[in-house]
């Protein structure tokens, strides 16, 4: 199983980006996928995951400014992050679970500042 991850860069306060995650080596379709992010001295937090039939949970967070989706003819899974924050610096790792184990992107840099 391989997550690619990719779209991060430097943004200012109240910018966008879109994140985006593509899966090789699973029936991407049949996988819950989520994205994390770890900021510098603090846990991982869980930001948005997605199930298998397109249900969505986002952390209190980022609820109303991100959104997960994923194009399952791509095998690709999104994150559009608009009205960015300095908080909402951090690398950000794609994520599913098989019957192999816990799978993640290499992660990618989100910084924004002030």
């Known amino acids: 199983v391989q997550l690619q991850a990719s779209g991060g860069g430097s943004v200012q306060t109240g910018g966008s980006l879109r994140l985006s995650c593509k899966a090789s080596?699973?029936?991407?379709?049949?996988?819950?996928m989520a994205w994390y992010r770890q900021a510098p001295e603090k846990e991982h937090e869980l930001v948005a995951s997605?199930?298998?039939?397109?249900?969505?949970v986002y952390s209190d967070t980022v609820k109303g400014r991100f959104t997960i989706s994923r194009d399952n003819s791509r095998r690709t899974l999104y994150l559009e992050m608009n009205s960015l924050n300095p908080e909402d610096t951090a690398v950000y790792y794609c994520?599913?679970?098989?019957?192999?184990?816990?799978?993640w992107g290499q992660g990618t840099q989100v910084t924004v500042s002030s």
């Open positions: 994520n599913t679970n098989s019957k192999w184990g816990t799978h």
């Open positions: 080596g699973i029936n991407f379709r049949l996988f819950p």
């Open positions: 997605i199930s298998d039939s397109h249900t969505t």
